[in-house]
């Protein structure tokens, strides 16, 4: 039990739906953070809240929507995907976001695009 | 068409010797340095962490050596066992005025062997 939670796990959607992924994390972080791992790149950070602000996007489609109504939920909207952003979707909380600051991350979603 | 995938580089450690995996990182103002260790189907796990200022931390069965001079990295594992197979990667972190940022290695698969 890592105390960050992800669904669904895997989720296969056609380039024309409107889908959207849950992070949930139960260790009273401030700080999370959405990341993209393919087969073909390292891991890349997509987005980043601190305290329900968005303070990092790392140049990612608009395509790809994140909303963070509190420190404890993240969601990441996906709407008319390519099948290029076929991926694995990581969810990551810290306390606070600063250095030294010890990220925990979740299973993953495994997004398949059609 | 045929999907080409990251090749990581393997490392095959006999089961209680140490494992040595390497890591070139690519910015000199990166200041704080992580190691991640991620099983099949999991999402990354934090293994250890370093800050730009230090050369060494030990934690348990792992060491972390930073070389600034040449932006390498490395992680020992001492006394591998069978539950050390996963592919590691090494994170660096870098801040501007715009906020932080972590880039992430391609990884390293380790294989224990009995």
């Known amino acids: 039990e890592t105390g960050v939670t992800q669904t669904p796990r895997h989720l296969v959607m056609g380039m024309t739906n409107k889908k959207s992924l849950k992070c949930e994390q139960h260790l009273g972080h401030n700080a999370m953070y959405w990341y993209k791992q393919s087969a073909k790149k390292p891991l890349e950070l997509m987005f980043v809240y601190n305290f329900k602000e968005q303070t990092e996007n790392n140049s990612v489609p608009s395509r790809f929507s994140p909303e963070c109504p509190n420190s404890s939920h993240l969601f990441l909207h996906l709407h008319t995907l390519q099948p290029e952003d076929s991926a694995l979707y990581l969810c990551?909380?810290?306390?606070?976001?600063?250095?030294?600051?010890?990220?925990?991350f979740g299973p993953g979603t495994r997004l398949t695009v059609l | 068409g045929e999907s080409v995938g990251l090749h990581l580089p393997t490392l095959s450690v006999q089961e209680g010797d140490n494992s040595i995996i390497n890591c070139a990182y690519s910015?000199?103002?990166?200041?704080?340095f992580i190691w991640y260790k991620q099983e099949s189907g999991k999402g990354p796990q934090f293994i250890i962490d370093i800050r730009s200022n230090m050369d060494k931390r030990q934690g348990q069965r792992v060491t972390v050596l930073l070389n600034k001079t040449v932006k390498h990295l490395s992680l020992q594992i001492a006394a591998t066992q069978p539950g050390d197979s996963a592919v590691y990667f090494c994170a660096e972190r870098t801040r501007d005025n715009y906020g932080q940022n972590f880039v992430f290695g391609p990884g390293t698969r380790l294989s224990v062997l009995p």
């Open positions: 990551a909380s810290s306390q606070e976001g600063g250095v030294g600051d010890t990220q925990y």
């Open positions: 910015n000199s103002a990166s200041d704080y």
